[in-house]
């Protein structure tokens, strides 16, 4: 059975950095484009990010431009999550999912597996 297993989310002071790592396992990791997707209490789960098979494009919300990255090391079958510059509205619970297509895609229904998700709190 495929699994992606979230971990580093934490407590952190607005401007502190945090890095979420994914990974997955009993899955071809590079035939699937990866995404980061997040869900706050009472609020739909938004995309955040998303790489390519290859790890060679990226893509972001506008809320995160700048500030995230995301980065796969398809040899650890594992993808990041390189968060920057936090704030308080970035608080939310963290996903990772998988998705077999060449360009990722931003609707959270076209992803096929799902990460158990990690809390990330940032305080002000």
């Known amino acids: 059975q495929v699994r992606l297993v979230e971990s580093g989310g934490g407590l952190v002071q607005a401007g502190g950095s945090l890095r979420l790592s994914c990974a997955a396992s009993?899955?071809?990791?590079?035939?699937?484009?990866m995404a980061w997707f997040r869900q706050a209490p009472g609020q739909e789960r938004e995309f955040v990010g998303a790489?390519?098979?290859?790890?060679?494009?990226?893509y972001y919300a506008d809320s995160v431009k700048g500030r995230f990255t995301i980065s796969r090391d398809n040899a650890k079958n594992t993808v990041y999550l390189q968060m920057n510059s936090l704030k308080p509205e970035d608080t939310a619970v963290y996903y990772c999912?998988?998705?077999?297509?060449?360009?990722?895609?931003?609707?959270?229904?076209?992803?096929?597996?799902w990460g158990q998700g990690t809390q990330v709190t940032v305080s002000s």
């Open positions: 999912a998988a998705d077999r297509t060449v360009v990722p895609r931003t609707d959270r229904y076209e992803y096929e597996y």
């Open positions: 009993l899955l071809t990791f590079s035939n699937y484009a």
């Open positions: 790489v390519t098979r290859s790890g060679g494009r990226a």
